[in-house]
């Protein structure tokens, strides 16, 4: 079987830990989980769900704070190695590109990924509603807020790490406001990260049970040869509320509105106590990904329970493969919808 490549730059000190003895599945946890503290700066009562990249032979992480009086907010943090982390306590500082103050309400969620020479944060913002925000780095002291990508209702904006056919990629999920009990995976397009069409339908949620009420897309997508390989969550409503697990697709590297393949299976559910109990119990909920091109490794960052921060592995062999030979296409999955 040819090994399968991913397209992108060696980054041999990403975080890694072997898969442990007698572990069988395709994505295995750090050992000591969670990364995160709770209350790990003076105001923050819980960070998680969170972007993390490498910068400068270390690591920046966006963190979503959730504060003591309740509200979100988003943290810059550093790490040598992208497990102990040194966390701001003060929220980021926006201005919009001419230098004036602007600040977005309620964001949370982020997810963080460089293009070129520019790192963007997406996050989810109260815009009379839920919609997606976008800003802008270059150096991570100075912050630039575009203008917001979607009206309400949206979450789970995640930028593509380079364009596709002359434009940027951003996949998303139109909702209704509040604990939404639907939600399927779209795909929006710009020239210029400012005007959005060309809107395409890529997964819906119902096609088994752990993903049967809604889905979302979590960290960017990991260009391979095979195509570009997506992170993304399902959620299922029990008598005791949601409960979020993910797995992966697989998307055409040109058309990345078609879903090649689809795991049939999660891959990581809630079982941990981290995991199960918390803020909002029963939570895994995928959000960044370092991936290294020579070794194939991939370390997953994810929300533990809406608490703490937790560290998940797989190998980019392993889990492309297990993909393609358990994928279960719906019928929206095998559909052009435009």
């Known amino acids: 079987m040819p090994k399968i490549k991913i397209i992108g730059k060696d980054l041999p000190n990403i975080p890694w830990e072997e898969r442990p003895s007698g572990e069988s599945g395709i994505v295995w946890r750090y050992s000591k ?27 920046v992480g966006i963190f979503r704070s959730d504060s003591k009086h309740g509200t979100p907010y988003l943290l810059m943090g550093k790490s040598a190695d992208g497990i102990a982390w040194d966390i701001d306590d003060e929220p980021i500082k926006w201005t919009d590109e001419d230098g004036n103050d602007y600040q977005p309400s309620c964001p949370y ?28 780095t270059t150096d991570f002291k100075t912050f630039t ?11 789970n904006g995640v930028l593509f790490p380079r364009k596709v056919n002359g434009l940027y990629q951003l996949l998303n999920r139109p ?23 060309k809107h395409r339908k890529v997964m819906a ?8 009420t809604k889905i979302g897309a979590g960290p960017e997508p990991i260009e391979t040869s095979e195509g570009w390989l997506l992170f993304y969550h399902g959620v ?14 697989i998307l055409d590297i040109d058309e990345p509105s078609k879903v ?48 703490y921060v937790g560290l998940a592995f797989t190998e980019v062999d392993t889990v492309v493969n297990y993909i393609k030979e358990h994928s279960q296409l719906g019928y929206i999955d095998q559909m052009m919808i435009r």
């Open 33 to 59: 989980n969670p990364i995160t503290k709770r209350n790990q700066t003076e105001n923050s009562a819980r960070i998680f769900n969170s972007g993390v990249i490498e910068w400068e032979g270390g690591f």
């Open 109 to 136: 969620d982020p997810r963080l990924l460089r293009i070129d020479d520019v790192c963007y944060i997406c996050w989810c913002t109260d815009f009379q509603g839920p919609a997606i925000g976008i800003g802008k």
């Open 145 to 155: 807020r575009l203008d917001n990508a979607t009206l309400p209702f949206n979450r």
């Open 175 to 197: 909702s209704d406001n509040g604990q939404t009990p639907f939600g399927d995976i779209f795909l929006s397009q710009s020239p210029d990260l400012v005007f959005w069409g």
């Open 205 to 212: 949620s119902g096609i088994n049970w752990w993903q049967a």
């Open 236 to 249: 299922v409503s029990t008598c005791s509320g949601f409960v979020y697990s993910f797995g992966a697709a």
């Open 260 to 307: 090649l393949y689809r795991t049939k299976d999660y891959l990581l559910t809630p079982e941990q106590p981290y995991e199960t109990t918390g803020f909002v119990p029963n939570v895994c909920f995928p959000c960044a990904n370092l991936y290294d091109a020579k070794t194939g490794r991939i370390a997953i960052y994810y929300g533990c329970a809406d608490t």
